[in-house]
């Protein structure tokens, strides 16, 4: 038996009106999809209980069939993982963005202008923070370089005991003064901060950028703590050997910590342009190579969630089907060994709200063996309707394996 997951982050939505009242999902052109729902068991799942937050973290986690109340220790962690940090058991982390600020002479009174820095290239990100590395690495702190925007700071023997981090991304645009560290225990973590704006502001590269026309990533943003992940190994877990396929720090934090196979695709972005024909191809030689479960994770219906675009939303979805789940699932039929398929969102972006939502979301399992009544065609309202809905999320991947 073969196990394909496709993950559609982001991809369950609310009727949207430029599109005739329909969802992304039901607009997009999704005919692998609909083939494979018409005979397999679909409904609603709960990826994000009511209370937790819907990040991609706890719903990939759920997903996953780990219960995020105990695998859970926050979002760095997962990323420091995948860029190769061997984190300690009284390491703390950070993710530690690089983001634009405005220049006001106190730190307190800029405003945050870009989470990302004008969407910094790992090249360019890499060099700044090698240098503030090179400046303010001590015995306690050391900042490690990951991808784009997104890096990491360990804090030997650091607490977590630090007030409210918040998520760059939430406050684009407004005075940091309400949000910057002013928890006792984090004055070392908003020193870090000032001063890489010192660092940073007139760095040779920041002023190239300008002259670019790009935004300077003139300070770094700590946020997202998190101690040592502790995810039970995979295969022990569920008994089948598995790949992760993501462009996402995240998933293949998740992938590494859980034991998996964490492959590298070129040219994927996390975004419409990315190297969807890749990924297939890495899942199919992924079974090829005698793995039994390969979890496709595919970014873009989220980003063009997050970014309101209404064209892109069901376009992304529609290459998904076409590019990743039609040829996948048509290498598996063609083997003629049995294969089971969990097409799926993580957590619903909805355009109209451009952040994620803990509603619950469609899924099919397509079972080759055993052919069910499913659905016409695969959709937020058609799973609904099955009546079948799954409450605690995380249950999903052992009925999935297992049943
Ligand atoms: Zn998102």
Redo the contacts with the bound molecule.
């Keep these: 038996m073969k196990y394909l997951v496709v993950l559609f982050?982001?991809m369950a939505d609310y009727p949207v009106e430029q599109l005739g009242g329909k969802t992304p999902l039901e607009y997009a052109d999704t005919p692998n999809i609909d083939k494979l729902a018409k005979t397999a068991t679909a409904g609603l799942i709960k990826t994000v209980a009511d209370g937790l937050k819907p990040g991609?973290d706890v719903a990939n986690l759920s997903v996953l069939g780990y219960n995020p109340d105990d695998s859970y220790t926050g979002r760095s962690p997962l990323e420091a993982g995948s860029i190769g940090i061997d984190m300690k058991e009284t390491d703390v982390s950070f993710r530690a963005n690089l983001v634009t600020l405005t220049d006001e002479p106190a730190y307190e009174d800029k405003t945050i202008l870009d989470y990302c820095a004008d969407d910094i290239s790992t090249e360019d990100a890499d060099v700044l923070v090698k240098f503030l590395a090179e400046k303010l690495d001590n015995e306690e702190f050391k900042l490690y370089s990951g991808v784009s925007y997104r890096h990491c700071l360990i804090w030997d023997k650091g607490t977590l005991d630090v007030g409210t981090l918040t998520p760059p991304h939430d406050i684009t645009g407004k005075p940091i003064k309400e949000y910057v560290p002013t928890h006792e225990n984090a004055q070392k973590l908003y020193d870090l901060m000032k001063k890489s704006y010192e660092l940073l502001k007139d760095h040779p590269l920041n002023l190239e950028r300008v002259k670019k026309g790009l935004r300077p990533a003139n300070s770094i943003w700590l946020w997202g703590e998190g101690v040592r992940a502790n995810l039970m190994n995979f295969k022990e877990k569920f008994g089948v050997k598995a790949s992760m396929i993501s462009a996402v720090d995240l998933l293949k934090g998740i992938g590494k910590f859980s034991g998996m196979n964490v492959v590298e695709v070129d040219g994927v972005t996390g975004y419409i342009d990315t190297n969807f024909e890749g990924k297939a191809q890495a899942a199919i030689n992924e079974f090829k190579n005698g793995q039994d479960f390969v979890y496709i994770h595919v970014e873009a219906p989220?980003e063009c969630?997050?970014r309101n675009e209404i064209d892109n939303k069901p376009k992304a979805i529609s290459i998904i089907d076409k590019v990743i789940l039609g040829p996948v699932t048509e290498y598996l039929a063609s083997t003629g060994e049995d294969f089971k398929v969990l097409v799926t969102p993580d957590h619903a972006?909805p355009l109209s709200l451009k952040t994620?939502t803990n509603d619950p979301v469609p899924f099919f399992i397509y079972d080759s063996r055993n052919p069910k009544n499913g659905v016409d065609t695969f959709n937020e309202n058609t799973a609904k309707e099955t009546g079948l809905f799954i409450e605690v999320g995380h249950t999903l991947m052992e009925k999935f394996i297992n049943e």
């Design positions: 982050d982001g991609s989220d969630g997050h972006t994620h």
